[in-house]
């Protein structure tokens, strides 16, 4: 038996300690900075292209995380 003391409850070697929604909703606030900084400065294209770009990341990232817990899942 292993004393309850010595147990670390650190995540396993292959999982990150950060939850799965912490980087979309990062990502979500870097784009709206971003957004707000480009419309100020009349850069509307810009800032649709960034956006897009954004949404593209944050939706693979989402596909990749729920492919990786499928795989996890027995």
């Known amino acids: 038996m292993s004393d309850p003391q010595t147990i670390s409850d650190a995540p396993p070697a292959g999982r990150s300690s950060r939850p799965a929604w912490l980087l979309p909703v990062i990502v979500s606030i870097a784009t709206s900075l971003l957004g707000m900084v480009l419309v100020a400065a009349q850069g509307l294209y ?3 292209a960034v956006i ?9 990232t989402i596909i990749r995380s729920a492919r990786i817990n499928a795989r996890r899942t027995p």
Do not use: K, N, P, R
């Not at 897009?52 to 693979?60: D, K, M, P, R, S």
């Open 46 to 48: 810009w800032m649709i």
């Open 52 to 60: 897009a770009a954004v949404e593209a990341l944050g939706i693979f």
